[in-house]
């Protein structure tokens, strides 16, 4: 079963809109959430990433909202950028970054 | 540094061939590991090791065998190739296990069985 379920699968979002995606997880022992970025044809990489004992992590145009209590997550992108055109992954993990548990993925469209 | 190099980028094989992914990292990381991606099913960890001899089974680990004899490499192995086991391959690196470093992924491998 899928331990991480992410939505939507897709998303196309207009130039300077805001873009949000939504994951939730079932294991409560989890206690480690990265977002992932990948282009096409490049392996994916580290976005932003976030511990339970915060609801909220920001970087740049990048927010992570945790809410604990429903075991979700959700990523934000602020002002989206073409450039911000990507597959996006959440992910989560317990005692540790490694042995990453991923969602399906959501493929981010920004529309100039 | 070149940080996670993987070989090949693509691959074509016929069902019941062998073949070996090469994994390679500079970064004198512990951690390594396999993933696979697969559409609508995101990423699924196949085998780590968390270090140089010490290897274990992921979440999808049947039809696939590594090894782990330096820290810098982490072969991956394909006994006999099976069309279930088209996908994009990805290996990746942490510093030390056990630790909330970050995880760096290499650029993947393009396997398709016939």
């Known amino acids: 079963q899928q331990q991480v379920k992410q939505s939507p699968q897709s998303l196309i979002v207009q130039k300077g809109g805001i873009s949000i995606i939504n994951c939730a997880y079932e294991?409560?022992?989890?206690?480690?959430f990265p977002w992932y970025q990948q282009f096409p044809g490049k392996g994916p990489a580290l976005l932003i990433a976030?511990?339970?004992?915060?609801s909220e992590k920001k970087e740049g145009r990048f927010t992570i909202s945790f809410n604990k209590s429903a075991k979700q997550f959700s990523l934000h992108i602020m002002d989206s950028q073409p450039g911000d055109s990507a597959t996006y992954f959440c992910?989560?993990?317990?005692?540790?970054?490694?042995?990453?548990?991923f969602g399906q993925g959501t493929r981010l469209t920004i529309n100039p | 540094n070149a940080g996670v190099t993987q070989t090949p980028k693509f691959q074509v094989l016929k069902t019941g061939q062998s073949m070996t992914l090469q994994c390679a990292q500079d970064m004198n990381h512990e951690y390594m590991s396999w993933y696979r991606q697969d559409p609508g099913m995101g990423l699924r960890l196949i085998h780590y090791?968390?270090?140089?001899?010490?290897?274990d089974q992921g979440e999808v680990p049947n039809g696939y065998n590594v090894s782990r004899s330096t820290t810098e490499d982490f072969p991956l192995r394909l006994l006999s190739a099976a069309p279930s086991q088209t996908s994009v391959y990805f290996c990746?690196?942490?510093?030390?296990?056990?630790?909330?470093?970050?995880?760096?992924f290499g650029p993947g491998t393009r396997l398709t069985v016939l």
């Open positions: 294991n409560t022992a989890f206690d480690y």
């Open positions: 976030i511990r339970p004992d915060v």
């Open positions: 990746a690196s942490q510093l030390r296990a056990g630790s909330y470093n970050e995880q760096f």
């Open positions: 992910a989560a993990s317990m005692s540790g970054a490694q042995k990453l548990v």
């Open positions: 090791s968390v270090g140089a001899g010490i290897t």
